[in-house]
Each structure stands twice: as C-alpha cells, then as structure tokens.
C-alpha cells in the first residue's frame, strides 16, 4: 500500500508560482543548492512540490533513484520534459529522446566511443602540451577554469569531428561557433525552466544561434558520408588510429543525416567542458588542501619519466581517490528528472520518513538529487561536506554516489573524463612543485549553467 509522501507547503497551490519565486530567487542570488538542502533538511528525503500546475517529487532517496534509474526504467522517461524544448538544438539526439531511437543511439555511441576512446592518448598529449605552454612562470596569479575549458574545447571537437577547434590557439572559428553553441545551450536552458510557458521564450538571437550550431555540424556530417563513401567504393580506409573520429565511426551505422548530427551535437554538449569543469574543481580543491597535493606527487614520483598512458593512469589509485571524492563534493550534474510515463508504486519515497511504498502517477516527475545523495551523513559520514580522498579507502557506495546518473541511462562519457582529467592532473603533477590558492574567497561558489560549476573558477599560482 503506497502512503502519502510529504509536500511543500505551498501559499499558492494551483500553480506553485511560490514555490518557483523562492527557486528562482535562490538560482540568481547563487544559493540554490543551499535552498534546494534546507528543503530537504525540513520536508525528509522525498517530498512534492506543483511545479506549474505538474506534481514533482524531489528525492535524495538513493532507494527512489535506483526504482526510477533501473528497476523501474521504462516507466519512466524523459523525452516528454526535453524534446519540445530542445529540439532545435539537439535535434532527436540521445539526450532527449526515449524508447527504440534512444536504443539505437546509445548501441551506436557505445561501440563508437570505444573505439575512438582508446585512440585517443596521442590527441591528448599534443593538446595538454600546448596547454601547458601557455601556463605563466613561476608564482604568476592565474586563473585555470578558461584554460581548462579551450584544452578541453580542443581534446573533444578532435574526439568528436577529427579536428580541434583551434580554441588554445584562440582561432576565430572557435570564438565565432562558441559564442553561438553558449547563447543556444543558454536559451535552451532557459526554454527548459519555463516549461509549459516556453512560448514566452521569443528570441530572434537563440534561433539563429541554434542554426548556426547545426550548419556547423552539418559539415562535418557531410563530410564523413563523404568519406565513408569513398572508403566503401573504392576500398580506401583511414585506418590510422589518431585519425579515429567519432562522426565517421557513427557514420558506419547509420547514414541518416538529421539523426547523425543530432547524436554528435548531443555528445558534444556534455563533452566540450565536463572534463575542463572537472579539472577546475580538482583544482580548486587541491589548491585548499595541499597535503593531498603533496601524497598526488608522491604517488607519482617513481613513473615520473614514464609515458603517460591509459594503463599507467588507471595504476594510480590516490590519484582516483581524489577525482572521486572531487565529484562527490562537487557534483557538476546535480539533479536529473524523470517523467513518469506509466503510473508505478516504487517501494520506497512514502511517509514521513520515506521507507514506506509510495505512488507515482502517469505524468508526475521525479527530480533525483545526485549531489545531495553525496552529501547525505547517514551514509557518508559528519565528515560529508568535508574534502577527504581517503575515505575511499573503505567507502563502497552503491545509489548513494552517482555523479554520472546510473542504470541503462548512465554517462557513456565517464571514463573519457576520468582519462582526460588524470591525464592533465599527472602533467602539472609533474611539472610544478606547488600549487598556491591565490583565491580570497576560501568557499566553493555554484554557477548554473545547464550544469553546475565553480562561480570563482581557480584562482592559483603554480610553483616549478
Ligand atoms: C564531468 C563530466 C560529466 C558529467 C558529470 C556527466 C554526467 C552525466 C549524467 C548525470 C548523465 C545523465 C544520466 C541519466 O540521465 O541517467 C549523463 C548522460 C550523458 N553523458 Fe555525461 N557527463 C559528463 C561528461 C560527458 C562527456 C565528456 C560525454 C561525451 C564525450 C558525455 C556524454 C553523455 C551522453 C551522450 C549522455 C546521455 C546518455 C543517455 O541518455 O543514454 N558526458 N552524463
């Protein structure tokens, strides 16, 4: 028997407007993951809010999360609360849509992912090299974050399109696409708050943004058709490997043009600045903690002359323990919703303290909180807000850690960032003696964009 879940105590219940004001006062006065914690804080665990007139059922339940994540996953979907808003953008891409096409677009980025993946070590090198090089001397104040985003920038359009985008370099197309992919990204964030209300959206700028961003797709698009032709009638192949690009690999399966672009936009939002925000916060952690600095170095010191490469990176276990516990504390995906598409009773999320079953109706949503679910002291600890690697040593976390989602639905791209931030992480290991904050404000700040990143950035000198 499922039991009423706990609700927000809404002064408008129709619609919820007060509840939206109180969200989007703390989303612009930079407090929202304080908000969205002392509501559960107050509420427990689960609770609903109306949300324009839509029942929304917050959780930090890990138990919730799995029934929605897994056990329950094809009764729960999210193209109902994407597609419309993003279409222009993502076209019918992986990320917004449900059911066969979802399928099909996830076979075909796994096995292409795989592939391009382990190919690309030597990218990676070269970029890091260049980025490196652009670091300023001996005890300068630098701020990494921009750094970090145009490596990043370049490591994953050359993943993604065999070519980099020139974004180290500063080149002009870099300047001119990422303006247009950040206003387009933004307004569809924007469209996705509004929801039912998007209509109120009218920008003349976001549309031809979001065209601007598929034409430019498109020409990678067509030429790796282009390719995969030449290739198929006359026999030729771009076997080697630091060629691999993820449109051509993609391109083997399917020829369809709209469905090629939308996935390969689809990946290049997550990918052109996961692994950069990543390494900021790492940064900005280690800058505060330099004994955990000094163990990084430690473990690396005896493969200081060694090449970098994928094994070697993975044989680091602290430095592991430091990324984990950098996405514990910083979760960057801090929420993820469902959308309810056939009405389920999940066995936990019900009552007052969440253990009994609780209902959840065809067309409800559920919004699962990662971030808090990291933070949560009943499993990890009084010490939870606190930036300890080594609590890893014996932390086995199932559903209570998922900062790259979980179930059939997880992040493809998890080991590509893990690989990217290692690798650039063991760089300045090697290089620099020390890492200095050089930031007067000791706290991490949150920045929401359509994720969520360190409003201060990393402000450091970095010491030969
Ligand atoms: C720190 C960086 C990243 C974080 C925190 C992150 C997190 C996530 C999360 C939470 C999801 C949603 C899972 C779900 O809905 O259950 C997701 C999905 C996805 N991510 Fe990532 N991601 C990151 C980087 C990347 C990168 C670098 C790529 C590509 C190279 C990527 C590609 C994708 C794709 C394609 C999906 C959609 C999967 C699907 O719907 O089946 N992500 N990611």
Known sequence: MAVETPRYHHKEPFMGLDYFLGFMNAFKGGFLLQFSHELFEKLGNTYIVKSFGKKVFKTRDQEVSKAVHATYFENFGLQGLRYDTAVHLWGNGIIVVDGPHWKHGRALIKSSFDVVHLANMERLRKHTSTFLALLPEDG?????????????LDTSSEFIFGEAMGALKDSKQFTDFMNAFEYAQRGTGIRSVLGRLKFLHRDEK?????????????????????????????????????????????????????????????VFSPAHDGAATALTNV???????????????AEI????EEILTYELLNSYQYLEWVLKETHRLT?????????????????FGGGQDGRSPMYIQKGDIVEIHYRAMGRDKTFWGDDADLFRPERWESARPGWQYTPFGGGPRSCPGMRLVFTESAYVLVMLLRKYKEIVNRDPELEWKEEFCLTVQSKNGCVVALVA
């Open 301 to 304: 010191e005896s493969t200081k």
């Open 206 to 266: 976001w549309w031809s943004a979001c065209q601007q961003v598929t034409d430019y797709a498109d020409r990678y698009v067509n030429t790796a058709l282009k390719r995969l032709k030449e290739e198929r009638t006359q026999g030729k192949t771009s076997q080697l490997k630091e060629r691999l690009r993820l449109v051509d690999e993609m391109a083997r399966d399917t020829q369809d043009r709209v469905t090629l672009r939308s996935h390969i936009i689809s």
């Open 331 to 347: 979760t960057i995906a801090t929420t993820n919703q469902r959308l309810c598409v056939k009405s389920t009773v999940v066995p």
């Open 283 to 297: 940064i900005f952690h280690l800058a505060r903690h330099p004994d955990v600095w000094w163990k990084l170095k």
């Open 140 to 152: 300068l104040t630098v701020d990494l974050a921009p750094l970090f985003k145009r490596l990043i």
